[in-house]
């Protein structure tokens, strides 16, 4: 399946591009920001799918629609634009498009939209339905997806510009989300900030209370939690331990690098996100259960994701557009190598072990003594 996208804002454009593989997966999406370069393209291949923005730099929207429906009343074509107003929706419908959506838009009800004008059931190919290494494969070269109910992407750009936010700007943004709301008011609540006896009521006092840093974090985790989202038992439950053990993994890191006297803020993000890998192999293995009907083998499951977390979790660190920084901790998670000086590695390193229970290990002892940390107290602190 080939989608074309038309869309000058590059972060619109990624959303969209991650929406439809979403939707999609192993379609081949071209993303364009000119109406010339769209031109071009579509005559050079044809598109299965067209997504369109009205106002372009170098012209609109409608003149790209003119040219697709000269050559196909078929292919669906879906306008995503700012204006909302009557006379530009009609404007639009009069030269044959199938939907409009505007500006902003709801990612969940924009990703059903998209399944509506094309069901996954039909084969636009022309192709067998793909073997479950191909969809595998298909994921490792196009955006991913992840069906949490919160944008990871988005919080990771939250987290990167945390420094310029507060509780209230934070708050605002969340306020319609009762997922995060929840979310906020249950830690903020818990025993270790209970501490005046008074319980916090709105996002914005729970936010103040656990600070910014540990306010996006908990966010991310949320993101994280497709568990809920996997209709297959086995691999909602096997999405339950990748979750838990990546929070281990967050908190041991926390712990270790308080006791080094280092910020603990990332160090708990790529934890958080050191099973991303994990999770997108067990989306796609849903997707494969969607389209067979069948529910993978436990065996399955464990190769699929010893054959592919590694693949993919490169994948959606490029795509998340993931600082340096913080893509070589959660590689850290699965390795240092010996002449490794770097405090923050090994404390990710160490933290892993940990999380498996490996703090009497060979390696383990030995990353904490490197970074002064007694390894008795090390152990007691994460049980």
């Given at each position: 399946m080939h989608v074309l996208i038309l869309e000058d804002d590059e972060l619109v454009g990624d959303l969209l591009e991650t929406v439809v593989a979403s939707a999609f997966p192993g379609a081949v999406i071209r993303i364009h920001t000119l109406v010339k370069e769209a031109l071009s393209s579509w005559h050079k291949q044809p598109a299965d799918l067209v997504i369109t923005d009205w106002n372009?730099?170098?012209g609109s929207g409608l003149d790209f629609i003119r040219s697709v429906r000269k050559a196909s009343r078929e292919v669906p074509v879906l306008m995503i634009s700012g204006r909302a107003d009557r006379d530009s929706i009609l404007a639009a419908a009069h030269l044959g498009i199938n939907g409009y959506v505007s500006k902003p838009f709801q990612v969940d009800s924009l990703h059903q939209r998209l399944l509506e004008l094309v069901p996954v059931s039909i084969d636009l190919d022309g192709s067998s339905s793909s073997s479950l290494e191909e969809k595998m494969e298909a994921a490792c070269n196009s955006a991913i997806q992840l069906p949490g109910e919160i944008d990871t992407a988005a919080l990771l750009n939250l987290i990167e510009k945390r420094d310029e936010l507060d509780a209230v700007t934070l708050a605002e943004q969340w306020k319609t989300d009762p997922a995060l709301s929840a979310k906020m008011l249950d830690v903020a609540n818990s025993a270790s900030f209970r501490r005046s006896g008074t319980p916090v009521k709105t996002v914005r006092e729970a936010i103040s209370a656990i600070g910014i840093a540990m306010a996006l974090n908990q966010a991310l985790a949320l993101s994280l939690d497709i568990a809920g989202r996997l209709s297959c038992q086995r691999l909602a439950e096997r999405a339950q331990v990748e979750q838990e053990q990546a929070l281990r993994v967050a908190e041991a890191a926390r712990g270790l690098a308080r006791k080094i006297g280092d910020a603990p803020a990332l160090y708990f993000t790529a934890g958080l996100l050191s099973r991303a890998g994990e999770l997108a192999a067990l989306k796609v293995l849903q997707n494969?259960?969607?389209?067979?009907?069948?529910?993978?083998?436990l065996e399955q499951i464990d190769s699929a994701i010893a054959q592919w977390a590694q693949k993919l979790g490169n994948?959606?660190?490029?795509?998340?557009?993931?600082p340096l920084q913080i893509r070589e901790l959660v590689g850290a998670v699965y390795f240092v190598g010996r002449s490794n000086t770097s405090q923050s590695k090994l404390v990710m390193r160490a933290a892993a072990l940990l999380a498996a229970d490996q703090a009497n290990s060979p390696e383990c002892r030995t990353l904490l003594r490197r970074l002064g940390i007694e390894h008795q107290e090390a152990a007691r602190d994460d049980t």
């Open positions: 372009l730099p170098d494969q259960c969607d389209e067979s009907g069948e529910p993978p083998e994948q959606i660190k490029v795509q998340w557009r993931l």
